[in-house]
């Protein structure tokens, strides 16, 4: 049974109201319920409570000092996004209460009403639908397929990332604002504007919810307009569109699901193991610890899924920006160190490297994916190094010195869902044959090149050059280069 008090501020300023509102929230003689209460009487002193404790829910008078109308709605739920908000005023105001609930609220009471009665049913399920809107947001936010919410008057209430590139706007242009025509009720197609006068026929798929206590409809879209061939690693050559469809919807809908309860198995396993007043036994902690790096590992693969739906889509963008190479490296490097450190990891950096174009998340993906690939089969070390190409660009390589490859399957390493045969020294994570897929689509996506031999001597070297190009976007965002050339080891 959960016996945690639910913590509710009060932000009021009027002391009489304060206390009559924190009547109805008192718990009813043999209930058991469990409310803890703080109070605020200006929203200077509540945005100071809420930086510094957590709560469940908040009540919010509109009428308080040196605060006009919704302005203090709109500085509780930016500080504290997803914090349930219920609003409290001292007259009846329809379109006040109508604006209060689009701007986040969930709830809205006229002080001293017969409605106020309900107010404690209302905070718990204020609480509990906040919490399944804040669920469904994440769902839907990461969802490789173009997503709205409409409300009942064609307002967009809700935008995944994913629906710009199909209307050319994202969900800050989106949100807030008419949808620009008529959606009907059912599955349809629709014409709608685009920038530059230009319009676009798309297929919709319309559900309907319930969206911060309101009728709503969840809006899927898709492109009405023909069907594009997919790319070698969105199907094999056999699939039929429409099982590669249903398949990359299987694949991103399942991955969702298996990611939020790897999430809740992660904290309880931290918990257990951070636990400091039953200390565990060292058979225990060595079965918390075999938990973890099994979560961790089924998040990677999660996450690999996540990634390949996302390049089957066409919605992982790469945002150029000017960017140096050896302070991503150095970046992976420490992760590495932290996170892993079974081997050895020697770095070498040529100086002089030039600032390349380069989406930089993306890149630190790929470094990412070539260290966990090189882990399953080093022995001892594994090495990054970096140095300018021939083209004018840069290499970088992270070698292993394990086995190597045999010579017959070096052709298929980037194809999706290919993998060797575990490596004979034990190494203890099993790859998903998705990881080096993910890194060609990323390097060829930034018109590069990748490729995968054996080193001199023992060992795997996959490499990756990327062109020296102008970026069209963002300044680096990293310092510059130092002069000299940078070699380090680091330690298990």
């Not at 040196?66 to 409290?88: C, E, F, H, Y």
């Not at 997919?230 to 919807?249: F, I, K, Q, T, W």
């Not at 510059?480 to 050339?485: C, N, R, S, V």
Request: net charge neutral.
């Amino acid at each position: 049974m959960n016996t945690r008090p639910t913590r509710v501020l009060i932000i009021e300023g009027d002391s009489d109201d304060d206390a009559l509102i924190s009547s109805y929230l008192a718990p009813a003689p043999g209930s058991g319920e469990n409310m803890v209460l703080a109070h605020a009487s200006r929203l200077s002193t509540a945005c100071q409570l809420l930086a510094r404790q957590p709560f469940d829910a908040a009540l919010l008078d509109l009428a308080l000092p040196q605060t006009t109308g919704l302005d203090g709605l709109l500085k509780v739920t930016a500080l504290k996004p997803s914090l349930p908000v219920i609003v409290l005023s001292g007259k009846r105001d329809e379109s006040l209460a109508a604006r209060a609930l689009q701007l986040g609220a969930q709830d809205y009471f006229i002080k001293g009403s017969s409605d106020c009665l309900m107010l404690k049913r209302a905070v718990r399920y204020a609480i509990e639908r906040k919490r399944l809107t804040t669920e469904l947001e994440a769902l839907l936010a990461a969802d490789a397929s173009p997503k709205l919410v409409l409300d009942s008057r064609n307002v967009v209430r809700f935008a995944n990332p994913s629906v710009e590139p199909l209307l050319g706007r994202g969900p800050r242009e989106l949100i807030d604002k008419p949808f620009g025509r008529d959606v009907p009720l059912r599955d349809s197609e629709l014409v709608v504007p685009l920038a530059g006068a230009r319009e676009r026929r798309l297929r919709l798929h319309v559900s309907p919810i319930a969206w911060h206590g309101e009728p709503a409809r969840l809006v899927s879209l898709a492109d009405a307009a023909p069907r594009r061939e997919p790319s070698p690693l969105e199907s094999d050559p056999d699939d039929d569109l429409s099982v590669v469809e249903a398949r990359n919807h299987f694949l991103s809908r399942i991955s969702h699901e298996l990611r939020n309860t790897l999430a809740t198995m992660k904290t309880a396993a931290y918990c257990l193991k951070d636990d400091s007043e039953e200390k565990l036994t060292p058979s225990q902690a060595q079965m918390v610890d075999m938990i973890s790096r099994n979560i961790d590992r089924q998040a990677r693969i999660v996450e690999n899924i996540l990634d390949l739906a996302r390049l089957r889509s066409g919605t992982l963008k790469i945002r150029l920006q000017q960017a140096d190479a050896s302070a991503i490296i150095a970046d992976l490097a420490e992760e590495y160190r932290m996170s892993r450190g079974e081997h050895k990891l020697r770095v070498s950096v040529d100086g002089g490297l030039p600032s390349i174009a380069c989406d930089p998340d993306l890149i630190a993906q790929v470094l990412r994916n070539l260290l966990d690939n090189a882990a399953r089969y080093a022995k001892e070390t594994i090495a990054i190094s970096a140095s300018r190409s021939d083209g004018g660009g840069i290499t970088v390589s992270v070698t292993d010195d394990g086995s190597g490859i045999p010579e017959d399957r070096l052709g298929g390493l980037f194809t999706r869902f290919h993998r060797l045969d575990e490596p004979a020294n034990g190494g203890a994570r099993k790859g998903t044959g998705l990881g080096l897929a993910i890194c060609r689509e990323i390097i060829e996506g930034h018109h590069g090149r990748i490729r995968a031999e054996n080193a001199a001597g023992s060992g795997a070297r996959f490499s990756f050059e990327l062109p020296l190009t102008a970026a069209p976007e963002t300044p680096a965002a990293r310092a510059p280069a130092e002069p000299g050339a940078r070699s380090y080891l680091l330690h298990k």
